[in-house]
């Protein structure tokens, strides 16, 4: 069987990197998760992206960069989805 190329896969599911504060896990915002999904190359980026309203969020354009995403949110942009998964 060939190897695919991780663009070729339509939906990622993408584990958030663990943070090494104590207690329950930080959520992570919308422009934090596309620079983690390396779909922008920094925060800049990221925000506007989001600003420009490129980025749904469980199939609806939110165009609020700081927008908290909790586990089981389906994010897309340009084409590329991606599910969060802590």
């Given at each position: 069987?060939?190897?695919q190329s991780p663009m070729a896969k339509a939906s990622v599911p993408v584990t958030v990197p663990e943070?090494?504060?104590k207690g329950p896990k930080e959520p992570i915002t919308l422009a934090q998760f596309l620079k983690?999904?390396?779909v922008a190359d920094t925060g800049g980026h990221a925000k506007a992206?989001?600003?420009e309203g490129r980025a749904t969020v469980?199939?609806?354009v939110d165009d609020r960069p700081g927008?908290?995403?909790a586990e089981g949110d389906i994010v897309a942009?340009?084409?590329k989805t991606f599910?969060?998964?802590r």
């Open positions: 069987m060939p190897a943070r090494k504060a983690v999904v390396q992206l989001v600003r469980n199939g609806e927008r908290k995403l942009v340009d084409g599910t969060v998964d």
